[in-house]
């Protein structure tokens, strides 16, 4: 089912949340909101849930506009930043609590409704804890006993409050490849609010970048990294070293170095460059490029972290592979960006 | 055994003795003269003191004024903290102190408003007395003022407890498709039922006691509008000592058995306020 949001504008007091928001997510899509906090990332979900209510907008599901239809009868399953579980129920009950509340006219059987909740808790391989309390869970249970719960109503989309935000390393990763094959199993489609980028990038079909209530940019991981839109995206995404550059004539030149810029085309003229780590090669003295004093330099295997200053005193971090084995701090090195993404200057 | 306090023994054994000795002091020793002196003349003087029409009739008005206000007070207790505890509006601030004003006014002026509002001489004593409704000396004067003195009780109980919880769990239940009041009635009244228990008691408690604004707006009926209180104070004034205190062993033994019913939930369902919430 596809869900679309159009113009979407929330004040919060002063505070203006979402600042004409419109977003189209395909039917079985999985979305990521990707942004800092306070970018409107939450507050556009809990619209989209009939959680909050937006100034002006619309918000539709299918090709149903959903925008006066209270959060319980928009057949969407939420999961809460902290799993918000009905503490006095047992996980079974939990589960089992958006068939139960249904008016008697549609509420399956006791039977009905018991075998769903054994076949959730198989879903979300927790089927021997089905009478613990959620106090008794860890978080990662906790987490997968929400899912189950927002599962059993059958919803038509799913969207999560960073889902994963609340577990330690390990099983976040797990529980995230683990979630995507749950999306694409039972053909959901999902939205869900990260302020990881990583974890945005590795999950999501699509990933909407957000800042200050507004939509910086939704693409492609591969093109929200490779192509970032704005300034905000690159930096966020882990644009880099920031570099000072000039445009010109389409190219950018930095220290007398000049590349396309793979960011949309700015201006003749002052532009802040974005290169990441890795886009540095060794020059010989004398090339064109920025000389910078090696002042750390930190060997993992066959990659190398590199800090360099440069005359001007700005740090530069690069990554190298294979750096010559004579390579140590105090050296005098001239650093060729091999990529850049140029902005307009700030 | 060997524990992290570090304070002296005897510093330990002061701090005990003093909290033991004031509570004998300032509540066995009460509840003991209570008893000593209702029994001071045997037991057939006590128990014709609290078979005296006019002490049944007390009591019987305190259980009836009690059984009115008691629950009228959860249904605004409870509205009023779900209010404020889930919900953001204007003159939400206002509300909170209006919900404590019965704690910062002298009941005896509570019971005045009362007068000045409903009495013969009262806004709306004429009309009152057109229509042949009686508020003042009668029953439901001594109603409004018990409602007016416990209204905070359970509203102040769960005030802190509702907004603590916060409103996932009730957003959870809505977006699972719940009603309100399904979810009233399913999540949000499970968590706070603890929470609730002790404002009903509390509740109780005090709108069995009151004193002051029950007094104004009493008239001093004997047989008609005497609560428990008021009757014994009545009891009392005219020397006679002995159904006085006779009349307030029944006021404690309510107090008692209030004690008693909260005391026994906490012991059968231990398992339950120490697990998951209250």
Redesign the interface.
């Known amino acids: 089912m596809s869900l679309s949001a159009q113009n979407v504008v929330k004040r919060f007091g002063a505070f203006t949340a979402l600042d004409g928001v419109s977003l189209d997510v395909g039917a079985g899509e999985f979305v990521a909101l990707l942004g800092p906090s306070g970018s409107g990332k939450t507050t556009l979900l809990r619209i989209l ?3 909050e209510v937006p100034e002006s907008g619309r918000i539709a599901i299918g090709d149903q506009d959903m925008s006066d239809t ?9 999961v ?1 930043q ?1 799993y ?5 129920m047992t996980v079974a009950e939990n589960i089992a ?2 068939l139960t ?2 008016p008697r006219a549609s509420r399956p059987s006791r039977a009905a409704i018991a075998a769903r909740v054994a076949e959730l808790l198989d879903l979300v391989q927790l089927a021997h804890i089905g009478a613990r ?3 008794q869970l860890s978080g990662g249970q906790r987490q997968r006993v929400a899912l189950a ?2 599962l ?2 059958e919803p038509r989309i799913l969207l999560l409050d960073e889902p994963f935000g609340a577990l330690d390393a390990k099983v976040r990763k797990d529980l995230r490849r683990w979630l995507r094959d749950v999306h694409d199993r039972m053909g959901l489609t999902s939205v869900f609010v990260t302020h990881d980028q990583e974890e945005a990038l590795d999950l999501a079909d699509r990933v909407v970048v957000m800042d200050h209530g507004r939509i910086e940019q939704v693409d492609t991981p591969e093109r929200v990294w490779d192509r970032p839109a704005t300034a905000f995206v690159c930096d966020f995404l882990g644009g880099g070293n920031r570099i000072a550059c000039t445009a010109n004539a389409g190219l950018i030149d930095i220290a007398g170095v000049r590349l396309p810029n793979l960011a949309p085309p700015l201006p003749d003229g002052p532009a802040d460059g974005f290169i990441r780590p890795h886009e540095f090669a060794l020059a010989a003295p004398g090339h064109p490029g920025i000389a910078a004093r090696l002042r750390r330099i930190q060997r993992t295997g066959p990659q190398a972290a590199l800090e360099a200053v440069t005359d001007s005193g700005s740090i530069i971090e690069v990554s190298l592979s294979d750096p010559p084995a004579d390579l140590a701090a105090g050296a005098e090195l001239v650093l060729v960006p091999t990529a850049v993404r140029a902005y307009r200057a700030r | 055994m060997k524990t992290a306090v570090t304070e002296p023994r005897w510093l330990r054994w002061l701090l005990i003795a003093l909290a033991l000795g004031f509570l004998a002091l300032n509540l066995a020793l009460p509840l003991i003269v209570v008893f000593a002196e209702a029994f001071r003349k045997g037991a057939d003087a006590y128990l014709a003191a609290i078979r005296d029409p006019e002490a049944l009739t007390a009591l019987r008005l305190t259980l009836t004024v009690a059984a009115i206000a008691v629950p009228l007070n959860i249904v605004f207790g409870l509205a009023a903290s779900w209010a404020i505890a889930k919900f953001d509006f204007r003159g939400k601030a206002l509300l909170v102190t209006l919900i404590d004003l019965p704690f910062s006014v002298s009941p005896v002026v509570a019971g005045l408003i009362y007068v000045l509002l409903f009495g013969m001489q009262g806004w709306f004593g004429p009309w009152l007395r057109d229509h042949d409704v009686q508020i003042i000396f009668a029953v439901p004067g001594l109603v409004l003022a018990t409602l007016f003195i416990t209204f905070p009780f359970v509203a102040r109980e769960l005030i802190p407890l509702m907004e603590e919880q916060g409103r996932e769990e009730e957003e959870a239940a809505l977006s699972l498709g719940a009603s309100g009041w399904a979810t009233f009635r399913r999540v949000t009244l499970p968590n706070i039922r603890w929470g609730l228990l002790y404002g009903v008691l509390l509740c109780n408690a005090r709108a069995m006691g009151e004193f002051g604004a029950v007094s104004v707006v009493s008239g001093h009926i004997r047989g008609k509008t005497n609560t428990l209180p008021l009757h014994i104070e009545i009891l009392y004034n005219e020397y006679n000592f002995v159904a006085a205190f006779a009349v307030a062993t029944l006021l404690a033994g309510l107090a008692l058995v209030t004690l008693v019913v909260k005391s026994f939930l906490e012991w059968r369902y231990a398992e339950q306020l120490a697990g998951h919430g209250a």
């Open positions: 849930a009939g959680l209270p959060a319980r009868d928009r057949r969407v399953g939420f809460f902290h918000a579980l009905f503490r006095h609590f958006g509340v249904r309390y959620p106090a719960r927002a059993a109503v």
